[in-house]
């Protein structure tokens, strides 16, 4: 099938051909030993759903980093539990084994957590949670309870502290005015080492009138948890609704955590149940202006959904806040940053949400000084970024893993993604104040890592490549690839600012050399002899590198690397393979590595992908952000260069009628392949 393509179109009035269950990710039947949660975030609290009914296994506070657990490095915060409920009906409290017709189910477009069950004879219970999108730190959870026959309930709404906090101090408080009483329950702990304090705050949104909502009672319990409950009675076919409202912070956003923890929420509750939910919802629209759809096909939508779901969920504009590699699902990977964000998660937020990826860019310009220090303590000059990137800007790869000290291709990646930046958004005021400082120091240190050793011989010795099974080699094909890129880059920025680059980049970069094998196949290091990699590495020259352009030597590649990739892989390596195979108009062959990119990696119940194939450790945003560019930049076909977004003619996969990419750049446009 050849595509006909329509490219800037502006679709005001696009009617969602999918049925509504494309916007949902249902689980049912849940196996309580087999379960991996879904994650509720706005960019700054992620909150992970667990199978016990009213509980939620983690909260996250992204940003806030201390020393715990494993590798003496620093690990990102996991906060008190703010979200838990415990529920009582006629003195018996609820569990996994008093429920039946148990279901959460993911509301994408609205990013809510549906979950419903019986009890018996007695109550049906559906609840509604949130981490709300316009309130960074605030989390909404409603409860509905709907009596089958006279019972007596008692919800208890839940703090509990995780075992790492230390000094932890409970209040309960009920502030009283003329029209509203305010009952506020709030912790405030310490992080492991004292560096961060940390707090949490409750209240109950009640539907009664002033003087007439229920009775509060606070208990403090052993274990570092307390709650506040009350008791009411329902006749049968009454229904009584009622809301949490739960703010978290840190003393790395606020001087004062316990005092803002509590302001937060006395607002949040003010504003009331119709309110938050309104602005949330309307939050959400906002960002679902960039979509994409697959007529023909309802599940790949539900799929793509999915993921783009988690990337704006872990993602924020106008914050400095980036992504770990399992963005807000976790504490996987110690939530640092690495180069997943740059060359995988970063590109699809670029092309649909360039304020989102800005703020990325952000994390890594308030680190500039860190990175300079980084090269300096290293012997060479400008700017070396971090493998393993946290609050500081420091190394924080555990010592044992070489990869800190030698991935330098980092350096390039973030190099990279500012001069991608600008060819989006075209704004030259950013690139005076952030993009250019953060390129001239990536090109000089480039400049000053190779090692001048004749015309073509600038080589770039003792790093790992991409595949990090393959340490301290010489002149890796990704490294040297990335390292000629950004060194052009650099110059670029300098004309565009009206600036006289550096002369020595461009040389640099000319004699920074690619190695082949004898029959033209790219060689990944000097001593690469064919053995099984890890992920894709020489294969990125060509995409998204655009270094290897000529087709058949991008096919050479192809066939030479993949029978090479490690089964048991991480998945996004994939994902680029299918981007080059329907670029070179393999169609089916890009549709069936397209699948494999991800659809092995799901776990239950919900389908979150993880890491690898048969892996239990999801979320993997960065598997999420290969999977969208396989989107994007192979089915889609577009492009970011010199021009801004542009498309190429590709091929969509069979059953696949059309393809729709919404609210693609700044200027929000619209592009369309369509099947014959």
């Given amino acids: 099938m050849r595509g006909l393509f329509i ?26 030993d087999n379960y991996f949660g879904v994650t509720l975030a706005n960019g700054v609290v992620g909150i992970v759903s667990s199978s016990e009914p009213l509980k939620v296994k983690d909260v996250v506070l992204n940003g806030s980093y201390d020393y715990y657990q494993r590798g003496r490095v620093s690990n990102i915060l996991k906060t008190f539990n703010h979200v838990n409920m415990n529920l009582d009906i006629d003195g018996k409290r609820i569990g996994s084994g008093d429920i039946q017709n148990y279901k959460q189910v993911l509301d994408m477009k609205q990013a809510q957590l549906v979950t419903t069950f019986d009890m018996g004879s007695k109550a049906k219970i559906k609840t509604k949670m949130m981490s709300l999108r316009h309130l960074p730190y605030t989390a909404l959870t409603i409860i509905e309870i709907q009596a089958k026959e006279n019972i007596s309930i008692t919800p208890m709404s839940v703090i509990e502290a995780p075992n790492h906090l230390t000094d932890v101090r409970n209040f309960y408080a009920e502030i009283d005015r003329p029209h509203v009483l305010i009952p506020l329950l709030t912790s405030v702990g310490n992080s492991p080492s004292g560096r961060l304090k940390v707090a949490a705050s409750n209240s109950f949104i009640f539907e009664e009138g002033h003087g007439k909502e229920p009775k509060i009672i606070h208990e403090d319990w052993d274990y570092n948890m307390h709650l506040a409950k009350f008791t009411k009675n329902l006749k049968a076919g009454e229904t009584y609704i009622f809301s949490v409202v739960s703010s978290t912070v840190s003393s790395q956003q606020y001087e004062d955590p316990q005092n803002e923890a509590e302001r937060l929420t006395i607002f949040a509750m003010l504003e009331g149940r119709e309110r ?40 924020r504009a ?12 976790g504490l996987g990977y110690n939530g640092h940053v690495f180069w997943d964000t740059e060359l995988w998660m970063y590109p699809p937020i670029l092309m649909l949400h360039p304020d989102m990826a800005k703020s990325l860019l952000e994390y890594r310009f308030e680190r500039l000084e860190a990175a300079r ?27 044992w893993a070489l990869t800190g000290p030698f991935q330098h291709h980092i350096t390039g990646c973030v190099g990279w993604a500012f001069w991608k930046y600008y060819e989006v958004t075209g704004d030259k005021e950013w690139l005076k104040n952030r993009g250019w400082p953060v390129l001239q120091e990536v090109a000089a240190f480039w400049a000053s890592r190779v090692e001048r050793n004749g015309l073509g011989k600038f080589d770039i010795k003792n790093v790992i490549g991409a595949n990090e099974w393959q340490e301290n080699i010489d002149n890796n094909a990704f490294t040297n690839g990335m390292a000629k890129t950004v060194l052009r880059y650099a110059t670029q920025a300098a004309l565009e600012l009206g600036i006289n680059p550096d002369p020595d980049w461009n040389y640099v970069a000319d004699n920074i050399p690619i190695l082949t094998f004898p029959d033209g196949t790219t060689r990944e290091n000097a001593t690469y002899d064919g053995v099984t990699i890890k992920q894709a590495d020489a294969n990125l020259l060509a995409y998204p590198l655009n270094i290897i352009t000529d087709p058949k030597s991008i096919k050479r590649d192809l066939d ?35 699948s494999s990119s991800y659809k092995p990696n799901e776990v239950p119940p919900f389908g979150v992908i993880s890491e690898a194939a048969g892996g239990r450790n999801p979320y993997f945003a960065t ?33 696949w009628k059309e393809l729709i990419i919404k609210g693609v750049g700044k200027d929000k446009k619209t592009f369309i392949v369509k099947g014959l």
Avoid: C
Wanted: hydrophobic share 40%; charged share 15%; no cysteine.
């Fill in 7 to 32: 490219s800037f179109i502006f679709l005001i009035n696009l009617t969602t051909l999918d049925s509504q269950s494309s916007w949902e990710v249902s689980a049912s039947n849940i196996n309580p």
């Fill in 276 to 315: 938050l939910l309104k602005r949330h919802i309307e939050a959400w629209d906002e960002i679902w202006k960039s979509d994409i759809e697959v007529t023909g096909d309802m599940n790949i939508t539900r799929d793509i959904r999915f993921a783009l779901y988690h990337l704006y969920s872990f993602a």
């Fill in 318 to 329: 106008e914050t400095s806040y980036s992504l770990s590699p399992m963005g807000l699902s």
């Fill in 373 to 399: 220090q980084n090269a300096f303590s290293h012997g060479y000059k400008g700017a070396m970024f971090p493998w393993e990137s946290s609050s500081n800007g420091s190394e924080d790869t555990p010592v």
């Fill in 560 to 594: 030479y690397y993949l029978p090479r990739y490690a089964k048991d892989g991480p998945a996004m390596g994939f994902a680029i393979l299918g981007v080059l195979y329907n670029r070179l108009g393999e169609n089916e062959k890009a549709a069936e590595i397209f």
């Fill in 623 to 655: 598997g999420a952000g290969g999977m969208l560019q396989a989107v994007l930049s192979g089915f889609g076909g577009l492009e970011i260069g010199k021009t801004g977004i542009t498309q190429l003619n590709t091929t969509l996969p069979k059953g």
